[in-house]
């Protein structure tokens, strides 16, 4: 069974009430909420007032992705916020170690995220500190975008790297994720499948988290 996550960033922003309350129906376990700060990524998504607001309507967990530099600067204010879970690129941490630690002391899942080209061997040495990683298989900055072949081996790679250490970290596959080629990401290693326009832009969006739920 697949953790299904939802990414907000396809939703309708006009209707966010119905749209979490339709997440809230449905088999998915997270709302994922992406935030981009235009310059780790060259876009500029939502920040804490939405994230707080989701919240408020939402039992489920909060599995916030920064892309955004600095991130430690604003871990607190995303706890207070109501995050559940807190996910950091490696790309934008100098002192990975130390984000990590201070997402844990603050009291939410530890995350990190890894853009396509980053090597999963950049993980080895912090895989054991960490509940999550997020394997980005598009650029990160925009929704609808066509998920990268490359990275199956990448998900094979790290799945190996946590089976090899005995750890329980998950696997979250973002970027292109749909019904056609989510069989294939979960046979790779992942658990965790976040999905933007393939549900949030599907006819039946209950079914759609259902389907890839069921996988
Ligand atoms: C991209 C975000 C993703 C995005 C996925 O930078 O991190 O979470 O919303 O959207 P889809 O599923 O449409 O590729
Ligand atoms: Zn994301």
């Not at 935030?35 to 007032?49: A, C, K, Q, T």
């Not at 500190?129 to 929704?143: I, Q, S």
């Not at 790290?158 to 596959?173: A, F, H, P, T």
């Amino acid at each position: 069974m697949a953790i299904v996550a939802p990414s907000f960033l396809a939703s309708n922003f006009l209707q966010l009430q119905s749209e979490v309350d339709m997440v809230n129906e449905s088999k998915a376990a997270w709302l994922h909420l992406d935030v981009m700060d235009g310059r780790f990524v060259p876009n500029i998504s939502f920040g804490l007032p939405v994230i707080e607001a989701i919240r408020k309507a939402t039992d489920k967990i909060c599995d916030v992705h920064l892309m955004i530099e600095e991130p430690g600067k604003y871990a607190e204010a995303f706890k207070l916020a109501g995050a559940d879970q807190l996910t950091v690129h490696i790309e934008a941490c100098p002192h990975l170690h130390r984000n990590i630690e201070q997402i844990k002391a603050l009291g939410m899942k530890a995350g990190i995220a890894v853009n396509p080209h980053t090597p999963i061997d950049f993980l080895q040495d912090i895989i054991e500190d960490v509940d999550l990683v997020n394997l980005m298989t598009v650029n990160p900055g925009f929704g609808g975008q066509k998920f990268i072949e490359h990275s199956l081996v990448k998900i094979r790679q790290l799945r190996r790297m946590i089976d090899e250490k005995g750890l329980n970290v998950e696997i979250e596959i973002d970027g292109g994720v749909n019904l056609s080629n989510a069989a294939q990401i979960i046979e790779a290693g992942a658990t965790v499948l976040v999905a933007g326009s393939s549900v949030f832009g599907a006819q039946d969006p209950i079914a759609a988290i259902a389907t890839l739920h069921a996988l």
